[in-house]
């Protein structure tokens, strides 16, 4: 077995004998969850984040990826190679590591958060501390890249082929995330949707337009069970589009399908604002809406 096979095996048992990955028959919701945190004095995101398994599959490969650079590079280092007994020296180095490498924060922050929950799930005391001393001395300022919405989104759907132009019209006018735009099931009812989202949360009757699920149809079998085209696909073909129509972030990055979702969050704040509805449950309906449940998330969106 090579020294790679050898870090990915190693991580992907590590991951599933810890429970990191959530096993299929764990039932306890995100709310169970949150109150097992909350008994634990873990009351915020991050302290919440490192008792919750994994569940989103896009997740768990970005954090098999971490795990197995960090692993590496422990092994190089000579601090060993057992992501249960590794030191706090060993993500000290590599996280001063990838800031010398000149890592954005955001790739930083996730790096921190993998780690975190390794060390929480693999009961290795010596990764937290690492983790927020770095976060209060090393992680680089964040930068503001001001709305992420669309400032055209028409145009962009415009732009696109049809699969696509579909999936980025069902985010923009749902507010769904795009692996959910994606991939659905059309109830029996023929206006409601179900579909597993970000956590596991299950949603059994999603309201969405009957004119994109009519046109969903194409996109399905026999038992309503939509597939309109793969993620990567989809997002490169946002990706061109935007670019071609000059949609960039404030730091010069292309926007990406993801800035539909802003739209929705945004165009639906500032409609129920103009609705006379007070902020703060203004603010609320559109938490709901993304399935959101934390203000300064939702402040993300509708800026």
């Known amino acids: 077995m090579s020294k790679k096979e050898s870090d990915a095996h190693h991580v992907w048992e590590f ?38 398994p994994l569940t989103n599959q896009k997740t768990i490969e970005k954090y098999k990826g971490i795990l197995k650079e960090f692993r590496g590079f422990s092994r190089r280092e000579g601090f060993g190679d057992n992501l249960r007994t590794l030191p706090r020296e060993a993500v000290s180095a590599y996280l001063n590591q990838k800031l010398e490498d000149g890592v954005g924060r955001q790739r930083l922050q996730d790096i921190c958060s993998c780690i975190n929950k390794a060390g929480a799930f693999g009961h290795n005391s010596e990764f937290a501390p690492a983790v927020t001393a770095f976060r209060e001395a090393g992680m680089p300022e964040k930068v503001s890249v001001g709305s992420r ?29 795009s692996e959910n735009a994606l991939s659905f099931k059309i109830n029996a009812s023929g206006d409601t949707v179900s579909f597993v989202s970000k956590g596991g949360q299950r949603h059994e009757a999603f309201p969405m337009p009957v004119d994109l699920i009519d046109r969903a149809r194409l996109y399905s079998d026999n038992q309503g069970n939509v597939s309109i085209m793969p993620y990567r696909t989809y997002e490169y073909q946002v990706k061109e ?10 730091d010069g990055k292309v926007k990406n399908s993801h800035s539909f979702r802003h739209c929705f969050a945004r165009d639906m704040y500032n409609g129920l604002i103009k609705s006379g509805v007070p902020k703060a449950s203004a603010k609320a309906e559109v938490s709901e809406a993304l399935f959101h449940h934390r203000a300064e998330i939702t402040d993300l969106y509708i800026r």
């Not at 004998?17 to 919701?29: A, C, E, L, N, V």
């Open 149 to 177: 919405a669309f400032d055209n989104p028409q145009a962009i759907i415009s732009a696109l082929k049809p699969p696509a132009a579909l999936a980025a019209e069902i985010q923009f006018r749902t507010g769904l995330r």
């Open 241 to 250: 589009a935007a670019n071609a129509h000059g949609e960039r972030l404030a």
């Open 15 to 52: 991951m599933h004998d810890t429970g990191m990955i959530r096993d299929s028959g764990d039932k306890t919701t995100r709310h169970e969850y949150k109150e097992i945190a909350a008994e634990q004095g873990l009351t915020n995101s991050a302290g919440r984040s490192s008792i919750t």
